[in-house]
């Protein structure tokens, strides 16, 4: 009975701390979710106050000075564009450097593995001002090669250690069968990488959607824009207007948190397969 009373209470406590600590998380975003209703008025006298009035117009006005649509436009198209891309490529260039024993293949594979130790701060001019030698500022296609370059490194280290669990066997059989190398490449090894696929293609996606620097440096025209990009209408040297960046906040992470409870399934499948495979 003692030994009952002890789990029990151990278990209480853990679920007391578990809900602690699953409340100081959210609590920046009850704190949005809070706001986004007032006035600005009530958002300078108080922060943690209800509101007295919901004012549902601060999401219209919002999206109007965002030009959310537009905004929102260019984050899903550079978005699909950029993880389509990588994932075609990274997973071929993996499947190339591991079944190729070479030197060059260990060379490249190499040089990949180092580049992803070096901090993006570092590159960011230097990458500036090659994009501008090949016409790549201010322009979606732009964006597009400039995420390839950057996130195809870890993409490709992860593959890499997928490809080499698939037995060399099933392609040399398909080769036997008439496939040449890059159909049994599509037919038989890519359809094997499905987990890996899938997690490189999640995390990248949620990455790309909410990154703000690389279009920062590479975007200056307003209708190429994207969604965290947009938020600089509403910050001024004189006034922040508080309730429409709330606003605007929530409205940006509606996409993300609903493509998150749509996809979480399969991004714990992917996760947890990466793991066990590593």
């Known amino acids: 009975m003692a030994q009952k009373k002890k789990r029990a209470a151990g278990k209480a406590v853990l679920v007391t701390v578990l809900l602690l ?26 922060l943690l106050a209800l509101p007295t009035q919901l004012h549902f117009e601060n999401f219209p006005n919002a999206m109007a000075q965002m030009n959310y649509l537009q905004a929102f436009a260019n984050s899903i198209l550079i978005t699909v564009c950029s993880v389509a891309g990588l994932v075609l490529f990274a997973s071929m260039a993996a499947y190339q450097v591991v079944r190729r024993k070479c030197l060059a293949s260990r060379i490249i594979s190499g040089l990949m593995v180092a580049s992803m130790a070096i901090p993006f701060q570092v590159l960011m001019v230097p990458s500036v001002i090659v994009a501008r030698e090949l016409h790549l500022v201010n322009s979606r296609p732009g964006m597009i090669v400039m995420y390839w370059g950057f996130l195809l490194p870890m993409a490709m280290f ?45 995390i990248n996606i949620l990455g ?14 307003q209708s190429l824009k994207t969604l965290p990009l947009s938020f600089s209408v509403f910050y001024s040297s004189y ?9 605007g906040l929530v409205l940006s992470i509606f996409p993300v948190l609903v493509f998150f409870l749509l996809m979480q399934r399969n991004i714990m499948d992917g996760l947890t397969a990466g793991a066990l495979k590593g």
Not at 21 to 46: R, V
């Open 21 to 46: 600590a699953a409340l100081l998380f959210l609590f920046p975003l009850i704190l949005i979710f809070l706001n986004c209703l007032k006035s600005q008025s009530e958002i300078t006298a108080s």
């Open 158 to 202: 992860l593959y890499q250690g997928f490809v080499k669990g698939v037995p060399r066997e099933l392609e040399e059989a398909a080769m036997i069968d008439g496939c040449g190398q890059i159909r049994a490449f599509f037919r038989i090894v890519f359809p094997m990488l499905k987990p890996i696929t899938a997690t490189v293609a999640i």
């Open 208 to 221: 790309v959607f909410n990154d703000f620097t690389l279009p920062l440096i590479m975007l200056s025209s």
């Open 239 to 247: 006034l922040n207007e508080w309730q429409l960046i709330m606003s």
